[in-house]
């Protein structure tokens, strides 16, 4: 079946800085992934401006690539998705389920990550999971992969889940579990509506952005920003009453509760 395009690419590429021929290979695969994560930021504002959050992809389209804002992963990676479908990747959604504290693990389509086969291989894709990989991962269990931020590595979990962990002075840190079958976008409406909603959902606990750099990281909550260059760590308090001065100087965004 021809897959029909529903987006205009060109616009998104640009908002990316990708200026390469968007092509079919593991190169541009990887350059997407990293531009992307360069360019676009990971934020949960809208929950906090009141302003509900729409798993349509025009609307998130509008939201982050005309209005230049970010989102959470279920925006994020529901794009990028849409990006890889209109470029001529073998990509699919996948519900992963987040680690929380000892082995324990939050429900599923707690967090939307993409699977990208590719000349018989597959790749963990992600660009909604914050401070995580550069790059794509590619789906080899038991092997250490070495990232620009950090090394990571696949095994097998309970019940046919795959799990990814990021190796800290030879331990593995858990970070999510997730099995390869397909979901559609409209699956994580609930799991979306939980984190915009709920008093138990840690974004509604206040408002984030954080942005990775070719330095390092620049997060931005309530009162505190952090700026992380070479592997030094600024951290700089402020009054709440100056989170949308921080906003726009750091991230160039503007939001005005009443423009909602």
């Known amino acids: ?3 029909i395009s529903t987006m205009d690419i060109r616009p998104y590429l640009n908002r990316i800085n990708f200026t390469d021929s968007p092509e079919v290979n593991k190169r541009v695969l990887y ?8 360019n676009i930021p990971f934020e949960n504002l809208d929950i906090h401006y009141g302003r509900e959050i729409n798993l349509s992809i025009a609307h998130i389209y509008k939201k982050i690539i005309i209005e230049n804002r970010g989102g959470f992963c279920y925006e994020l990676n529901g794009l990028f998705h849409q990006l890889l479908k209109e470029i001529g990747f073998n990509a699919k959604l996948i519900s992963a389920r987040v680690h929380v504290q000892n082995e324990e693990y939050s429900p599923e389509y707690d967090h939307m990550a993409i699977i990208v086969n590719l000349e018989n291989q597959d790749y963990l894709v992600d660009v909604g999971f914050g401070k995580f990989t550069l790059e794509p991962l590619e789906l ?4 250490k992969i070495t990232d620009t931020l950090g090394q990571f590595q696949f095994d097998t979990y309970e019940k046919d889940y795959y799990r990814i962990n990021e190796l800290k002075s030879s331990d593995l840190i858990p970070q999510y579990i997730f099995k390869t079958d397909p979901r559609e976008l409209s699956e994580f409406v609930q799991r979306c509506e939980f984190h915009q909603t709920s008093d138990e959902s840690h974004f509604s606990k206040k408002k984030l952005i954080s942005i990775t750099t070719n330095e390092g990281r620049i997060t931005l909550n309530n009162s505190q920003l952090k700026i992380t260059k070479a ?3 600024e951290e700089v308090r402020f009054k709440e ?3 949308e001065t921080k906003l726009k100087h750091y991230f160039d965004i503007e939001i005005r509760k009443d423009s909602y």
Not at 31 to 38: A, F, I, T, Y
Not at 140 to 143: A, D, E, S
């Open 231 to 233: 592997g030094i760590e």
């Open 241 to 243: 009453s100056e989170f």
């Open 31 to 38: 350059e997407l992934q990293k531009k992307h994560l360069l």
């Open 1 to 3: 079946m021809k897959y």
């Open 140 to 143: 080899i269990p038991n092997q």
